[in-house]
């Protein structure tokens, strides 16, 4: 079994930094490409940033220069430090990753809980 936990989360004044960190746990034969989602009320979930095995990293138009994806092989942590936030950053960010769990031959996308990221103006 594969778990996906999200901590980081919170309220912040525009302007402010987060840093959101998810740690994949559980049957982690193979971690593939990680990354962030994001969903504010009333819109559909959309990507936020993607970093591959390799580090190659991939970010939305709107929080490129502001967010920076990183990720720690060995631990599977993939972290997500958010500067200069706005309030239409706010919302529901998730975690992602495509793991291939022990003792199977495929990988699949798992997602975390979602923490909570409201800023203030």
């Known amino acids: 079994q594969v778990r996906l936990v999200e901590s980081g989360g919170g309220l912040v004044q525009a302007g402010g930094s987060l840093r959101l960190s998810c740690a994949a746990s559980?049957?982690?034969?193979?971690?593939?490409?990680m990354g962030w989602y994001r969903q504010a009320p009333g819109k559909e979930r959309e990507l936020v940033a993607t970093?591959?095995?390799?580090?190659?990293?991939n970010y939305a138009d709107s929080v490129k220069g502001r967010f920076t994806i990183s990720r720690d092989n060995a631990k599977n942590i993939v972290a997500l430090q958010m500067s200069s936030l706005k309030p239409e950053d706010t919302a529901v960010y998730y975690c992602?990753?495509?793991?291939?769990?022990?003792?199977?031959?495929?990988?699949?996308?798992?997602w975390g809980q979602g923490t909570q990221v409201t800023v203030s103006s």
């Open positions: 992602n990753a495509d793991i291939q769990p022990f003792l199977t031959w495929t990988s699949r996308t798992y």
């Open positions: 559980g049957s982690t034969f193979r971690v593939n490409a």
């Open positions: 970093i591959s095995s390799s580090s190659t990293t």
